[in-house]
């Protein structure tokens, strides 16, 4: 009996290790940092930095929040969203893309201002070509070269 327990232990075990494989790839992602997100750190970037300046530039305080959540969700890898990535023009002639965030119990509409490469930087998370660890503050101030704040 001990060598079925012990062949069961070592089948399972081996299931295991597999699992663990198959969801650790999802780890060896490229990762999108506050760095490689700009065109101007080479061809994998999304949009160069004096049109995200503009992009944010425009934005409300309410919007540059939702911005900065979004961001970080993303960067946790576990939001769920759905878009069809059709950019449009808002009333002022700012490009958007309306992407629904998946919540607990239903759809929360976000308006992402996109400029650029900007939707395939969403195409590439939602297809999991890429794990990002972006926030807003990261990005604008890699942007405009500044320093922290402390």
């Known amino acids: ?3 079925k327990t ?3 232990f070592e089948l399972i075990l081996q299931s295991k290790s597999v699992q663990s494989a198959e969801t650790q790839s999802s780890f060896d992602l490229p990762l999108v940092n506050k760095t490689n997100f700009f065109t101007e750190s080479g061809a994998s970037g999304y949009i160069s930095k004096p049109p995200f300046l503009r992009v944010v530039g425009i934005q409300t305080e309410q919007e540059l929040r939702e911005f ?3 961001l970080k969700e993303l960067s946790i890898g576990k939001v769920k969203i ?17 992407i629904d965030i998946q919540r607990a119990r239903g759809l929360q509409p976000y308006k992402f201002f996109s400029d650029e490469r900007m939707s395939e930087f969403i195409a590439d998370y939602l297809s999991g070509k890429i794990n990002c660890s972006l926030t807003l503050e ?4 890699e942007a405009t070269n500044a320093t922290p704040q402390v």
């Open 1 to 3: 009996m001990s060598n």
């Open 6 to 8: 012990g062949s069961i």
């Open 68 to 70: 900065d959540n979004f």
């Open 82 to 98: 759905k878009t069809n990535l059709s950019e449009r023009d808002d009333k002022d002639g700012r490009k958007y893309v309306w």
């Open 138 to 141: 990261e990005l604008y101030l």
